[in-house]
């Protein structure tokens, strides 16, 4: 079993920025693509980013492209999402999930462990 466990949600006024982190503790091995997804209130959850496991690769969102950055420390298990130039339209809850396959996927039903979300609000 997997664990996943994100931090470094809050508030930020807009075009600030924040970065989250996600460990993975149990069976974490690193051969697996990690991403993050978020989920706005009322609305259905949406891929942000992934990367690949070695990190060579990643793929984001086009409403995020240019002011994220999605990043992998195999040594500590841990995944980030550096945040930039943050807008209101970014508040959601952000989830790390991790798939057990090895591509770049934006679609949810690949990725099989997931986080409990961490809150990111930016005001306006």
């Known amino acids: 079993q997997v664990q996943l466990v994100e931090s470094g949600g809050g508030w930020v006024q807009a075009g600030g920025s924040l970065g989250l982190s996600c460990a993975a503790s149990?069976?974490?091995?690193?051969?697996?693509?990690m991403a993050w997804f978020r989920q706005a209130p009322g609305k259905e959850r949406e891929f942000v980013a992934t990367?690949?496991?070695?990190?060579?690769?990643?793929t984001y969102a086009d409403s995020v492209k240019g002011r994220f950055t999605i990043s992998r420390d195999n040594n500590k298990n841990t995944v980030y999402l550096q945040m930039n130039s943050l807008k209101p339209e970014d508040t959601a809850v952000y989830y790390c999930a991790r798939s057990l396959a090895s591509g770049l996927y934006t679609n949810a039903r690949y990725y099989t462990y997931w986080g409990q979300g961490t809150q990111v609000t930016v005001s306006s």
């Open positions: 149990g069976r974490a091995d690193d051969d697996y693509t």
């Open positions: 990367i690949n496991p070695i990190g060579s690769r990643t």
